[in-house]
């Protein structure tokens, strides 16, 4: 509308305003003139709040909610749209505002005034006529006490009300806080915390909401009072830690409210370092102490200046009062003080700006050195290595000189090396803090700090090795000397330099570990650590022990392409030894290569990008497959010793090179062949890549369809990992003519072993179909087809390996949709009806339950629900088969139904619980975690309507009997909270009606 039909439209408006009966209407449209089109002039809004605040006839709380809330929108449009006009009412505004809310109980109305009154405060300096009325109406519902509707993402929250009626303290600010510090008197805790947190969000805000000469300066020494007492004397521990917070940003408040005048911010902190000072005299009571301590410890965190000043008034006397001290628990608890002062000014990093702990530094430093040194406390020795960690990392490391942090680094290697405790935490404080350090100043870690850890570990190796004459034996035993075995002090120095790489694998998330864990080693460290642990890898190859230990750190922390063949060049060296038959020192070399190298090798590569994962593939493929490994390992460091012939590939490889092969599988596995392609320039560079990973698909088949006698075989977990890799480069190829070819070439072939030919056929069509090829459907097909034609025994192999199709695995990343709902329907389709034939026999219908209980493991949630009514009747078959795993996989997915929806399994009670009873107490042949989950499933039935599980009620207590005396204490301990739950059981009152 234009500006005259916008003013026709008002007129008339507020004319029908007066008739009662279209009031409704007549306030919905004012809202949307207010809020959709543009007064022409200032009168136009004045009028329109007068009709509406000022108007005898309109009673806004005698209204229904919807027309309350039309008003209020109005009123705030009125006054965002036109503060100008709206100001010229002054006094009016207010009072019929007011009106307006006044005894206002809607949560969502509520909204709208909290928002509404402060823009009033500060668009009309005559509110204060009114200011006492406006705290009334608003202080009633101090503390907001409302329920949320749970799951309604429109509703109206809690938080919003809370922050809503805060904002409104900017009215009657001297009755806000005396109100406030009355209500901190409460005995309710939950009114304290809100009283706390209100005030601290009137101070904190930008600009606060009290102005601190005008409102906060005469009531400020009281407050503190009401606050000391609650920091004192509170029995909630969550009471004092807001109280603290209170404290620090009151301190704020103060220094930020008189900038360049530091008198109203000492007259604040006087009373609390009086307090402070007087407690530090009197030994008999350290609670005081302690608690005043924070108390000035938390207005130190606030600012530079503060400080500065409490840390001249308060840290002498402190640290005379710990010198001085005999008591322990005394000495403990005044070193923690002083480590919560340095705690409290981390956050202080301005370069520009003298640390207000400067002036202390040498003599804080001495305490905390001395304490870690001489102490004999455990609990003082932790402290003191927090507070060093704190000091050396101020400022960003820059607070201590190089000396004070190599000193810190001896001490806490030191700690490290000749503290014998039982006290772990002692140990874990230390190397928290010299992994700080280490961050902080890498270079001075590589020095001081590396390079002792592996000279102490080199002799520890040896004195394993070669233990002296007549030493105890290495393995830990019970009760011996506290002196901890070799073999121990071996792991403990490999975590503590895998931490040093890995500052994530801390083992604690309190304190300075739990920033540490969020930085990452400097790539020097690293370096450092890796040579080392390559080093002794190299030379100890042959001790499990060792080579386990150390794969297991370079399996987390290795992610470069260099670092990756220097371990693997140390491995080929390693068997290349001996390259006939292995001797039993390399065979227990070979247990931790076998162990850990996937996984080392999958990092790895996953930290590589495309083009040098595809070079490190390439170069790897051409030296198993040329037999010369120059080619991979020249950037190693390293010179090869493979043994001539070098033919992991060959019908006739020696062991130990062929079992090098799920090595390079692992690296093909997590190679992007996907990101690759599609950066690939033209259709010749296309088939280049599809010719190198289609031979490396054929020779990754060669070495598994070998037979597995005599020294040639793979062990499974080999076999999963080549098969695995297969899978990859069929999922990661683009689609065409080319992989359709690979694919069948690999499928077409026999292999010696049924079951290694049916894992690769599970693990090549798995990448079909979560792929979407346009040979998915036939390959899954003849896959079906193997179950159905039991006549070669292919069908129990096959059967075995459905649980592959859904399984979740980051190696094969490409996949369509809903694939699975696709195909868990197809297999539906073609072996229910075969089940449900009567001429299938027993065997047939034992290998159909194990394909479709396979399936059911990676099903989503939702497609299992949407086929329950033909899945549940074979289940309950499944619960019958021998198979123990089946059995338990079957449970699972029972325990899944019943979670999710008890109507999908009520008719089928009569025959799920006599088979539940009969699995739970089945100690002969039933796995303890297959009992336990049977248990599971029974009690879960006590969550069903009570008229459906009465008639099985005495049935299932006489049937748990057997269950309690379980040879299993978890299978017992779900039995007596099962049955006693099936006891108890009784109709509640609405199962009744």
């Not at 003139?33 to 007068?50: C, D, I, Q």
Request: charged share 20%.
């Amino acid at each position: 509308m234009d500006a005259n039909a916008v003013q026709v439209m008002e007129l008339f408006l507020i004319e029908r305003l007066q008739d009662y009966a279209t009031q409704h209407e007549v306030l919905d449209a004012m809202r949307a003139l207010v809020l959709h089109h543009k007064f022409p002039e200032k009168e136009s809004a004045k009028k329109l709040a007068t009709a509406i605040l000022n108007n005898e006839r309109v009673h806004a709380q005698s209204m229904p909610q919807s027309v309350r809330k039309l008003i209020f929108e109005t009123v705030e449009g009125l006054v965002d749209s036109y503060p100008a006009g709206i100001a010229e009412l002054k006094s009016d505004f207010v009072f019929g505002f007011i009106q307006a809310m006044d005894g206002e109980k809607d949560p969502r109305n509520l909204l709208i005034c909290f928002r509404t009154v402060p823009k009033i405060v500060r668009l009309i300096p005559e509110y204060l006529r009114f200011e006492e009325d406006l705290f009334d109406i608003t202080s009633c519902y101090f503390p907001i006490t409302f329920t949320e509707k749970k799951g309604d993402p429109h509703a109206v929250k809690k938080a919003d009300l809370i922050n809503g009626l805060r904002s409104t303290m900017i009215a009657a600010p001297k009755m806000w806080i005396r109100f406030l510090m009355e209500k901190l008197t409460s005995n309710l805790v939950e009114t304290k915390a809100e009283v706390l947190e209100s005030i601290q969000y009137a101070v904190s805000t930008n600009p606060p909401l009290w102005n601190y000469e005008e409102h906060m300066k005469e009531l400020l020494p009281e407050m503190q009072e009401h606050l000391n007492i609650e920091i004192m004397q509170s029995t909630d521990p969550n009471i004092p830690t807001a109280a603290l917070a209170l404290i620090t940003d009151l301190t704020q408040y103060v220094a930020r409210s008189n900038p360049g005048n530091d008198a109203p911010l000492e007259a604040f902190l006087a009373p609390l370092e009086k307090m402070t000072l007087r407690h530090f005299q009197e030994k008999q009571d350290g609670k005081l102490a302690t608690q005043s301590a924070k108390i000035l410890t938390a207005a130190a965190a606030a600012t530079y200046e503060s400080a500065t000043h409490i840390f001249k008034i308060a840290l002498r006397p402190l640290k005379e009062r710990y010198f001085n001290e005999s008591d322990q628990g005394h000495r403990e608890n005044l070193l923690r003080m002083l480590i919560n002062f340095a705690k409290a000014t981390a956050h202080f990093d301005d370069p520009n700006r003298e640390h207000p702990l400067s002036p202390f530094q040498a003599k804080l430093y001495a305490a905390l050195q001395a304490a870690i040194s001489t102490s004999t406390s455990d609990q003082e020795v932790i402290e003191a290595i927090e507070g060093v960690a704190i000091v050396a990392n101020l400022r960003k490391g820059q607070f201590l000189d190089a000396q004070r942090i190599v000193e810190t680094i001896a001490l806490m290697i030191q700690v490290l090396l000749t503290r014998n405790t039982p006290n772990a935490s002692v140990h874990l404080a230390a190397l928290t803090a010299l992994t700080a350090l280490a961050i902080r100043h890498p270079q001075l870690a590589l020095q001081h700090a590396i390079k002792p850890l592996f000279e102490k570990l080199h002799q520890f190796i040896e004195e394993m090795i070669n233990p002296p004459e007549g030493a105890m034996d290495w393995q830990p035993t019970s009760g011996s000397s506290s002196v901890a075995p070799v073999r121990t002090k071996i792991e403990d120095l490999i975590s503590w330099l895998h931490t040093l790489c890995e500052p994530s694998s801390l083992k604690t998330l309190q304190g300075p570990g739990a920033v540490i864990q969020k930085l990452e080693a400097d790539p020097l460290v690293v370096s450092a650590v890796h040579e080392g642990f390559i080093n002794i890898l190299s030379k100890y190859f042959s001790n499990e022990h060792i080579a386990s230990s150390i794969l297991s750190s370079l399996a987390k922390t290795v992610s470069t392409q260099s670092a990756f063949l220097r371990v693997f060049a140390v491995i080929v060296n390693g068997f290349a030894s001996n390259s006939s038959q292995a001797s039993d020192a390399t065979n227990n070399a070979l247990k931790a290569v076998y162990r850990w190298m996937p996984d080392l090798s999958a990092h790895a590569v996953q930290a590589m990008n495309p083009a040098d994962q595809h070079t490190l593939v390439k170069q790897m493929f051409n030296g198993f497959n040329t037999g010369s490994l120059e080619a991979v390992l020249a950037n190693a460091g390293i010179a090869p010793q493979a043994p001539t012939p070098f033919k992991p590939f060959a019908s006739d490889a020696p062991e130990l090179q062929r079992h090098l092969v799920p090595i390079f599988a692992a690296v093909v596995s997590s190679s992007a062949i996907d990101t690759f392609a599609k950066q690939l320039p033209d259709s010749s560079a296309e088939e280049e890549i599809f010719g190198l990973y289609k031979t490396i698909a054929r020779n990754l088949f060669s070495v598994i369809a070998r037979p597995a006698s005599g020294t040639s075989g793979l062990d499974i977990r080999e076999q999963d990992i080549i098969c695995t890799a297969i899978g990859a480069i069929v999922n990661k190829l683009p689609d065409g003519p080319l992989l359709n070819e690979l694919v069948q070439q690999l499928l077409v072939e026999q292999m010696a072993d049924p079951v290694a030919q049916q894992r690769l056929l599970a693990w090549v069509i798995k990448a079909s179909i979560q792929r979407g090829l346009s040979i998915a459907d036939s390959l899954f097909d003849n896959l079906l087809n193997a179950l159905i034609e039991n006549g070669d025994g292919r069908a129990p192999a096959a059967a075995a390996q459905f649980k592959i199709f859904f399984s979740d695995n980051q190696q094969l990343p490409l996949r369509k949709p809903l694939y699975k709902q696709k195909y868990f329907t197809k297999a539906l389709n073609r072996l229910v009806p075969l089940f449900s034939n009567r001429d299938t026999s027993d065997a047939q219908r034992s290998i159909i339950l194990t394909a479709l209980g396979g399936l059911l493991k990676g099903l989503p949630q939702g497609a299992l629900i949407n086929s329950a009514s033909t899945v549940v009747p074979l289940l309950l078959q499944a619960l019958n088969s021998p198979d123990s795993s089946l059995r338990h996989e079957t449970l699972t997915t029972f325990h899944l139904l019943m979670e999710t929806d008890s109507n999908l399994l009520e008719q089928h009670l009569e025959s799920l619980v006599p088979a539940l009873l009969r699995i739970s107490s089945d100690g002969t042949t039933t796995l303890p975690d297959t009992r336990k989950a049977a248990l599971d499933c029974l009690l879960l039935f006590t969550k069903f309507p009570y008229h459906k599980i009465h008639p099985f009620k005495d049935r299932v207590v006489a049937g748990l009997k057997k269950a309690l005396d379980d040879k299993k204490r978890q299978v017992r301990k779900a039995a007596v909270v099962c049955r006693n739950e099936w006891i108890v059981l009784t109709a509640t009152p609405q199962a009744k009606t």
